[in-house]
């Protein structure tokens, strides 16, 4: 049985992953995560360009690629770094994205590589 103790352990303990370090990592890849996971779209410019967050072809939705912001014009969602857009893609949370990030990129819970 989990107790209330335990419980609020565990939320201190997720919540101290290092969501910038993990955005750093992410920005510097984010093209790739972009073609990855929003497969209809394109680079224009400095931008990744797609429909929407399902990544369908389309102009709808604009991810900056130096900056990670990023807003599916379509339907109003919008976010300013890589994991929110991962939690978008993938609707799931953004404590979730940040993790499979993370893991994606090697990174420990303080954001460092971890080889």
Known sequence: MITSDTARHTRRRRASLDFAAVNRA?????????????????????????????GEDGASCKVNLRTGK????????????????????????????????????GLDREGRRHD
């Open 26 to 54: 992410a920005l510097l890849h984010l093209e790739s995560l972009c073609q990855r996971w929003l497969p209809g779209g394109k680079r224009i410019g400095t931008e990744w360009t797609c429909g929407s967050l399902r």
């Open 70 to 105: 990023w807003c599916d014009f379509g339907t109003g969602d919008k976010g300013g770094d890589p994991v929110s857009l991962a939690a978008a893609v993938h609707r799931i949370g953004q404590a979730d994205a940040a993790r499979n990030l993370a893991s994606m990129f």
